[in-house]
């Protein structure tokens, strides 16, 4: 049987350990000077090189790899027993004449609290022939009393760059003919982990040959295809949900699992929130041409205020799929959430549909920048519109505080004309306030203080408190100031969670069904 690539080219030197330069710089100083520790912690994500060095340590050593490594996995071997068997090991079996003894134990994190405690005392005091290398991939769930004991040394992950160097050097030797593209894509992946990328390599290899592209790697990897993925925007764009469960459906005969789908949703929506705020990050420079067309052309379907909805709804559902009775439906149930935002109460949903009110969901590619344009105008010539009409009106002296003493009779006139004038979506903002009296004839608009949405937008915008305060002129002949201010959202002042349904139903023309 062929030697698995990841044995076959693991360092056997510091020098070959790639991505490691700052613990290599420092074991090598250390050997150099004849003084390493009698105990390290090496943490850091998998498959970056902490067992390769602990090997590497060992040799350098000159110990045989028979007699003198002992590696030990914790995450199997982590009861009180497994300790008193290793503490028996080191002290009545000598190593080679003249020679250190390793012991390797990985996943150190994993011993139990006892079997921790019981390898103190040893690790405190070892023979004078023994080291001992840990190594984990949690370091903050290992005891702080063996962390005390070691000499810690943080790996990090191995960056792009460097795995298609290493995975291109295997090709060569291996005489393997792969494009770029699939290397790259390969280390983007990997996530930092040189092993997971060499062991996906030989995987593609093994599977497609030197024909290997990226739709290949995608059906190992359990992902869905770029196709459907834009298949899938396109259809939230137009509200269309019987092709996204048709996709769905497809992508399950194909043998991916909801999970997979997740993932991929996953990773589109957070390379679009990249190239929309941090387009010259790693992240999104690392991922393939076809990815990047597939980002950019989604893009054109998303505002920053739809892509914050989804990235709120997907990790609501990243935290609850894993313990769901069905996954199938919890998914199924997303993406109809996406689609369907009056099935959703949170505000970001509650402006979604605004949007689709007000004809801003379904756009094109071609036309957006030309929409966009558009809407700015429209704005911007109602803003102006209120302000003009605002300082038209005569201006009223301010009164005594009991001239705004009926104020409660007024409000609903206020949401009527706010219905007739303003937009729904700033009409809806309205709804979802509760007014209240303050001394010097102030008028208090009351939000819960978990809505912090609706705070940002009314705090900034000033034509929606410049109309308020021109109805309770012309009403009521009296000049208010307006302040927003956020409280508990167990107040008694607050819309209540009946009424507020009943003003979403309002604003939305929705009928009770009783």
């Known amino acids: 049987m062929q030697e698995a690539f990841y044995r076959k080219y693991r360092p056997a030197s510091l020098e070959e350990l790639v991505g490691q330069s700052d613990a290599v710089q420092l074991i090598q100083q250390q050997v150099k000077n004849d003084n390493l520790s009698h105990a390290y912690l090496f943490s850091g994500p998998r498959g970056v090189g902490k067992t390769s060095l602990a ?59 006892a079997a921790s405690n019981a390898f103190l005392k040893t690790l405190e005091e070892p023979p004078a022939h023994v080291i001992f290398i840990l190594a984990t991939t949690e370091p903050d769930r290992v005891l702080e009393t063996i962390k005390s004991r070691t000499t810690h040394i943080a790996f990090k992950r191995i960056s792009n760059e460097e795995i298609v160097e290493t995975l291109t050097r295997i090709a060569k030797s291996e005489k393997i003919k792969i494009v770029d593209e699939v290397l790259k894509y390969i280390s983007n992946q990997s996530e930092g982990s040189l092993r997971d990328a060499i062991n996906l390599f030989e995987q593609t290899h093994n599977t497609f040959g030197d024909k290997a592209n990226i739709d290949d790697l995608y059906s190992i990897l359990g992902k869905v295809s770029n196709a459907d993925m834009f298949k899938i925007i396109e259809s939230i764009n137009v509200q269309d949900t019987s092709e996204v469960l048709n996709i769905l459906q497809s992508n399950y005969n194909k043998g991916l699992q909801p999970l997979d789908i997740l993932n991929s949703l996953t990773g589109l929506f957070r390379n679009i929130f990249y190239f929309k705020y941090l387009p010259d990050d790693v992240n999104y420079l690392n991922i393939s041409e076809n990815e990047k067309d597939l980002v950019k052309n989604s893009n054109e379907y998303i505002n920053a205020r739809e892509l914050s909805r989804i990235l709120d709804i997907l990790d609501e559902l990243n935290q609850s799929i894993q313990s769901a009775p069905s996954q199938e439906l919890k998914l199924e149930l997303f993406l109809i959430k996406l689609i369907k935002p009056e099935l959703a109460s949170d505000i970001k949903s509650i402006s979604r549909r605004v949007d689709l009110l007000e004809g801003e969901s379904t756009l094109k ?38 001239d705004i003493g009926n104020f409660d009779v007024y409000w609903p006139k206020v949401l ?70 956020a409280i508990d959202g167990t107040s008694e002042r607050l ?16 009928k009770s069904i009783d």
């Open 365 to 402: 590619p071609d036309s957006k920048k030309v929409q966009k344009v558009t809407q700015d105008t429209k704005e911007n010539i109602e803003n102006k519109t209120t302000k003009k009409k605002i300082s038209e009106e005569p201006s009223t002296p301010k009164s005594s505080p009991k």
């Open 55 to 113: 090997r590497i340590i060992a040799t350098t050593l000159g110990c045989d790899p028979v007699f003198d490594i002992t590696e030990i996995d914790a995450a199997s071997h982590n009861k009180v027993d497994d300790i008193r068997d290793l503490n028996d090991s080191i002290n009545f079996i000598a190593s080679s004449p003249g020679n250190k003894r390793v012991f390797i134990l990985d996943e150190v994190h994993m011993l139990s609290n």
């Open 495 to 510: 819309v209540s969670e009946n009424g507020f349904q009943d003003n979403i139903n309002e604003v939305f023309d929705i």
């Open 416 to 485: 009527q004309k706010a219905k007739e004038e303003l937009t729904p979506r700033k009409y809806s903002y309205l709804t979802l306030v509760s007014p209240e009296i303050g001394d010097q004839n102030k008028l208090i608009l009351l939000i819960n203080k978990e809505n912090e949405y609706l705070i940002s937008e009314l705090n900034k915008s000033n034509d929606i408190k410049e109309f308020i305060s021109s109805c309770i002129a012309k009403m009521m002949g009296i000049s208010i100031s307006i302040e927003i201010k």
